[in-house]
Structures are given as C-alpha cells and as structure tokens.
C-alpha cells in the first residue's frame, strides 16, 4: 500500500505493513475498548436475538464482540490476520467457557466450506480496508459467505472523521505495574480516496525506563451514507438501512460518531 499518494507531511514509515495490530497495540486495545462495556455490544447481541445459525466475524480481534455473543447462546466464528489479537481471543474463550472457531486468515482471501445466517463488523474494522474496490471485493466476498435470507451488520465512522483531529495521546497503567502510553497522529489525509493515515506509536514504561515501542502505521478509509448503501446493492444486498449511535431505528445525524449498516441476502 503506498504512502506517497497521500497530502499532509510525509512520515518514515512507509515500509510497514498497515493496521497490523501487534502485541502492545492488542494489549492497549483491551484495557481501552473493556470487555462488554461498549454500546456496540449491547446493540449487536439485541439485533442478533433470536437468529439460527452460524455467525461469522471478520476482524474479530481479541474476542471483545465475539465473546459475549458465543456467551448469548450463538454459534460464533471468527477470522483475523493479527496473531497477537488473536492470541488475547483464545484464552478470553477459554475463560467464558465458550468455544468459538478462531482462523488466522484476512478479509480479501478468507474461505470456508460452509456459509452463515450472519456476518458482523463492530467498531468501523471495515475502514481500514484502504481503497474502494478492495472494498466492493470484500462486500461480495461478504454476500456469497452469507446463506439465502443472512443477515450483514457493519459499523462505519462517519464522513466528518475525515476533518483534522488534534493528536490522540493516552496512557494507562497495566496490572503489573507498567505504564502503557499512545500518542496517535495524523500523517496524511487524501479527500479524493475519503481516507486518513494514522501512525501511532505504543511504549510500556517500567520504573522509569523504557522497555518496549511499536509503531503502528494505519489507514482508514471512510465512507458516505448514500454511497456505502449503493456498494451494498452493488454487492447484492437488499433492506439496507441504518441506524446511529447504536440507537435501533435512529437513523444517523450531523453530530453522529457511528453508523451501523444492516442489509439482507435476499431468501
Ligand atoms: C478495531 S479492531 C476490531 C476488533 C473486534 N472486531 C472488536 O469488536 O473489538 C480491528 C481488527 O481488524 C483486524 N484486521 C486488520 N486488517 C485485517 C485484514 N486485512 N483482515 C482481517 N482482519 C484485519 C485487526 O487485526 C484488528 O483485530
């Protein structure tokens, strides 16, 4: 993925893979995104109340949607390139005493031999697919996995994350002691693809010193209400609707900080 095409100041980053989500990232990840807390949650086991079948989960990373979902009762799967995400979701699993079908696999090349009733993407993960028709791929990839009459839910952020942000910086304290920061930054944004880079850099301090850093370069590309509706009925979908905030029935407003689309395989 190039980095050259992107305005703003260029940064050095540009031989790393993007979005990789490595070991301090998927452990910063949990303890900001806790288990369970976030509205999506809620929202996604509600709209998925009642329905049959197996549920797919793209990118689903540590497990913090897929888990109370295999706790609900649903048959869960899940998919994602990042070992060390993948790593948390295990033994998260493990501890709920839930059995979910886990694969290291990503969203352009996944396979598998059977389809499901339903296929999710909470917290935007569908953004950081850079380019539009990588996407169109993914979304027709997304269909033909889904059974007659399946179900698709995808979480976006709005056109307005593409307006300059200040730089994110945070920090926590692990269990053991250690000090985790992150300071996130803008290195470009290109309004002709709807889509920002981000470099973030995580550090685990330990008695003053320094012990670890990653840099973690992402991309994210957002999309347009009208627009993400035309590439689901490109892809085959039909009803498709959305709501915002994860207020069922709401539909998104100016101030609105997440989409959620659902759409159908028609039966
Ligand atoms: C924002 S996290 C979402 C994790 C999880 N779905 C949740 O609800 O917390 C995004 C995830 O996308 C994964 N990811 C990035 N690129 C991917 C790709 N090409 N295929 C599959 N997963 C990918 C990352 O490893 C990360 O776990």
């Known amino acids: 993925m190039g980095h050259a095409r992107f305005h703003g100041h260029q940064d050095m980053y540009t031989n790393s893979p993007d979005n990789r989500y490595g070991s301090l990232a998927a452990e910063i990840y949990d303890i900001d995104k806790p288990f369970g807390k976030l509205p999506d949650t809620a929202f996604y086991r509600d709209a998925l109340k009642g329905l049959d079948g197996p549920i797919l989960e793209p990118a689903c990373g540590s497990g913090r949607t897929l888990v109370p979902l295999a706790e609900a009762g649903h048959e869960m799967w899940g998919f994602d390139t990042s070992a060390e995400m993948l790593a948390q979701a295990e033994p998260r699993c493990a501890k709920a005493g839930v059995r979910a079908r ?28 850079e380019d539009a028709d990588t996407a169109f791929g993914v979304l027709a990839r997304f269909y033909a996995a889904l059974s007659p009459g399946g179900l698709l839910l995808i979480d976006l952020t709005p056109l307005s994350t593409l307006a300059p942000v200040e730089d994110d910086r945070r920090s926590w304290v692990a269990e053991n002691g250690d000090l985790l920061t992150l300071h996130a930054v803008r290195t ?15 550090e685990r301090w330990r008695e003053n010193r320094l012990v670890a850093a990653e840099l973690e370069p992402m ?16 892809a085959g979908f039909t009803d498709a609707r959305c709501h915002g ?13 997440m989409v959620t689309w659902e759409a159908r395989k028609p039966a």
């Open 102 to 129: 886990l694969s290291q696999q990503g969203w352009s090349d996944f396979t598998y031999d059977q389809r499901f009733s339903a296929i999710i993407l909470p917290v935007a993960s569908f953004t950081l697919i």
């Open 245 to 257: 905030d994860y207020k069922r029935g709401e539909p998104p407003e100016a101030g609105t900080h």
């Open 219 to 234: 991309v994210m590309r957002q999309w347009g209400i009208e627009e993400f509706r035309m590439a689901l009925e490109r």
């Open 188 to 202: 470009g944004t290109d309004w002709t693809k709807q889509a920002f880079r981000l470099s973030v850099r995580y």
